[in-house]
């Protein structure tokens, strides 16, 4: 119960009695109780958190920020509570960062929310990445009251990232400068190329652009080797290599080397096939010359030793 003495006096001053009223605030004290857990739940709840969250004014000042940032900065609760959230320790390592956080603060408070990645300064002025988020938060008449900056360590995926965006930028060169031609092709009678390097469109004389309108068919001069090859191709379940002849854009007719491996999913089924086209046209054209003056050379030393027989010479 609360219990409230009032005095009763006269005109003159003097008390003449005491007015005693005893309220029930058996509610009243539960909801403060209440309130109390609520925010001591609520303040080890975020202290408890392996990301960083900060509530500031909309003025950029810190009101609240949780232990995680603190703990891996090395610094204390009186180093930023009061202060302004770009002047603190995260961001000393740089005037771009300072100025970023800056307009952070400003575009949050006109209730724009936004998320970003930006590095971090640690204890030690190591940095990390962090994957940083802020938010308007309103009172009831819509004014902007807080803003909310969350920020999680993503030093790892960042770096992961890195390592796989210089992996395929190596992959991507290779690719592109080698003399074979690399491609990725849908199955079937109607099957289409998916990718394809600068190589293949030199081999073929088609854009890159064009390959990837066109169906691989339009590339065979005969029709029966490209019904062998899809006969072939919707059994294979390993990589396979023919000779096949194409016809260029500008109507020139050359021999390829076409060596595929066809791709599946979980259930065998062929998503589409990863090929090397190899131009051979010259090497065949070479074999080819190289038998007629083999032939040719043949036939002048039979010629010759039936004349040596005619002369009795053998």
């Given amino acids: 119960c609360e219990w409230t003495n009032t005095p009763l006096r006269r005109e003159d001053g003097s008390v003449i009695g005491v007015l005693s009223m005893v309220q029930d605030i058996t509610e009243r004290r539960r909801a403060e109780e209440a309130l109390v857990e609520s925010r001591r739940f609520f303040s080890g709840t975020l202290n408890n958190l392996l990301t960083f969250i ?10 609240f920020v949780n232990n995680t940032p603190l703990e891996a900065a090395g610094i204390e609760l009186k180093d930023v509570i009061g ?8 961001w000393a390592y740089s005037e771009e960062a300072r100025q970023t956080i800056k307009k952070d603060i400003e575009r949050c408070a006109s209730g724009e929310s936004l998320v970003h990645d930006i590095e971090a300064q640690m204890a030690g ?3 990390i990445w962090v994957e940083y988020s802020m938010h308007p938060i309103y009172d009831k008449e819509g004014e902007v009251e807080y ?17 796989r965006q210089e992996s395929e930028e190596k992959y991507r060169s290779l690719v592109n400068n080698v003399r074979l031609g690399i491609f990725r092709s849908t199955p079937g009678p109607a099957g289409k190329f998916l990718e394809v390097n600068p190589a293949m469109e030199k081999i073929t004389g088609y854009s890159r652009e064009e390959l990837l309108q066109m169906n691989v068919s339009d590339l ?7 019904e062998s090859v899809l006969k072939e191709m919707a059994s294979v379940t390993d990589k396979t290599t023919r000779e096949l002849h194409f016809r260029k854009k500008d109507g020139t007719k050359i021999v390829v080397s076409d060596t595929k491996t066809p791709v599946k999913d979980s259930a065998g089924k062929t998503l589409y096939f990863d090929g090397i086209l190899d131009d051979i046209t010259g090497r065949r054209r070479m074999v080819e010359k190289l038998k007629e003056l083999y032939e040719a050379e043949k036939r002048h030393r039979e010629e010759l030793e039936e004349e040596q027989r005619a002369r009795g010479l053998f």
């Fill in 54 to 63: 900060g509530v500031l004014e909309p003025n950029g000042k810190v009101i």
């Fill in 83 to 90: 202060k302004i959230f770009y002047d603190t320790y995260w």
């Fill in 125 to 127: 002025g190591s940095l």
């Fill in 147 to 163: 803003l909310v900056a969350e920020g999680r360590d993503i030093t790892n995926r960042k770096r992961a990232e890195e390592v």
């Fill in 220 to 226: 065979y001069i005969y029709p029966a080797e490209r």
